[in-house]
């Protein structure tokens, strides 16, 4: 239940913000201003390394599989959270002048406008920009598949564990007093009132397009297989539960596989993509990043074109396979694309997080009951493959 205690927290933290920015004195706001002010710092500095140190050893290790099962499962999987991502932005781009109308505040244009400033101000710079940990990333993922070089995939992996434990040790503990300070201070400077109507309406929105993309999922794997598709998504529903509760995809494996081997999938197919699938398919965490990064624009009267945003969600599709498993890893990932692709500033950035994070545990349940449909689609494909290869043998 450490999922549910996070978001308990994040809740209590909104409220509390919201109490403290009507009621208490400047002073106060400007001192939960310095601590927003250090952690984003702080939070600019890891970014790069969270990108190197998982996409990396995230490339090195599946290049290393030979497997044409794990080709195709990649592959279905990068497709699927493609497809999440572009389903989200079209269906946002068309409700969003609806649905948040009179939501934008052009005196949102600029954020730290009318927001209380720190005490003190502490730069901690990167060792490197964004972008050039994104190619650096690549270039050693790809390097370590090329060479097979084990050192530097160990190097990497060690990273990968250093900054995890950055992440799941003070990152994550320090966010909702950051989301605290964030709110306080937006309250103070009277701008709350328009952040909840949007978390409220793009909450909604949200569910319901994790579950419309679960039906399309098991949709096409039920035409595939033959099977009625909502008796496949019922037989998954125990995972979905389980994962709005331990709000990781790895924590919930056990009770993935387990529902996903009565769907009529072969137990060594099962086996082998559950546990990948539980590192690599995030659509519904995608869902909720795009649905939010075109919220967040929104409400400042800011608008993306298609052409950022979809360069966008094509590296992000990347990311999210990398992405650290622990509860809110994907907006941690993806923090240096929304900076780099989006634009996106430090105030812009928290907001991000605070919306994600508030549905982090949907989004999860979501991934991992698709996982289900995708080791369905793998199943059928692989088969029917097995199948035209006897055939051509024979004849």
Request: aromatic share 8%; charged share 10%.
């Amino acid at each position: 239940m450490k999922g549910f205690g996070l978001l308990l927290r994040i809740i209590v933290a909104i409220i509390l913000g919201i109490i403290l920015g009507s009621f208490t004195p400047e002073w106060f706001i400007r001192l939960l201003a310095t601590f927003n002010g250090l952690f984003g710092n702080f939070l600019s500095f890891i970014i790069p390394l969270i990108i190197l140190g998982f996409i990396a050893p995230g490339i090195g290790t599946l290049g290393r599989g030979a497997s044409k099962l794990l080709g195709l499962t990649g592959l279905i999987a990068y497709i699927s959270t493609i497809i999440a991502g572009l389903f989200a932005y079209v269906v946002a781009k068309a409700l969003y002048p609806t649905l948040l109308k009179g939501q934008a505040q052009t005196s949102l244009s600029d954020p730290t406008e009318k927001l209380v400033g720190p005490f003190i101000e502490l730069e901690i710079p990167a060792v490197m920009d964004v972008m050039t940990a994104l190619v650096l990333a690549f270039v050693i993922g790809l390097g370590i598949v090329a060479t097979k070089g084990d050192i530097l995939l160990n190097v990497m992996n060690e990273l990968r564990s250093i900054v995890q434990l950055v992440i799941e040790k003070v990152i994550i503990p320090l966010l909702p007093i950051h989301i605290l300070g964030i709110f306080a201070n937006m309250t103070y400077a009277g701008q709350v009132s328009t952040i909840l109507h949007v978390f409220a309406k793009v909450f909604v929105m949200i569910i319901i397009l994790h579950l419309l993309y679960l039906i399309a999922q098991y949709s096409v794997a039920g035409t595939l297989s033959k099977e009625n598709p909502f008796i496949m998504l019922k037989t998954m529903l125990p995972a979905y539960f389980t994962a709005l509760g331990t709000q990781s995809s790895a924590a919930t494996i056990p009770v993935t596989l387990e529902r996903t081997k009565k769907l009529k999938v072969r137990e060594r197919v099962a086996d082998f993509t559950v546990p990948l699938l539980a590192n690599i398919h995030l659509s519904g965490s995608t869902i909720t990043l795009v649905s939010c990064s075109l919220a967040v624009p929104f409400i400042q009267g800011n608008s993306t074109s298609f052409g950022s945003f979809f360069a966008f969600i094509l590296l992000l599709g990347v990311t999210m396979i990398a992405a650290p498993g622990v509860p809110g890893g994907a907006v941690m990932a993806a923090i240096g694309l929304l900076e780099i692709r989006l634009g996106f500033g430090p105030t812009m950035v928290s907001l991000m997080i605070a919306l994600y994070m508030a549905q982090d545990s949907i989004g999860t349940a979501c991934n991992v009951t698709g996982d289900g449909a995708i080791t369905s689609i793998v199943n059928t494909i692989n088969k029917k493959k097995k199948h035209e290869d006897f055939t051509e043998k024979v004849s």
